[in-house]
């Protein structure tokens, strides 16, 4: 769920430098979503990695 929310505060955070003009707000915004995705993306493997054990396990 972590990684969700950091990618639409990312979002707002970077809409929020472009209608202000703010680089540094962009900036931190675009950082926030890529930390975002890539919890989801850490989250998916290890769901997976998971489900590989349990069927290894049964």
């Keep these: 769920m972590g990684g969700r929310i950091d990618v639409v505060k990312g979002?707002?955070?970077e809409a929020a430098g472009a209608l202000?003009?703010?680089d540094k707000l962009r900036a931190a915004g675009k950082a926030d979503q890529?930390?975002?995705k890539?919890?989801?993306a850490i989250a998916k493997?290890?769901?997976k990695a998971d489900k590989?054990?349990?069927k290894v396990v049964e």
């Design 38 to 40: 890539t919890k989801i």
């Design 20 to 22: 202000t003009g703010n």
């Design 52 to 54: 590989t054990v349990e």
């Design 45 to 47: 493997v290890a769901d």
């Design 11 to 13: 979002r707002i955070k």
């Design 34 to 36: 890529v930390v975002g």
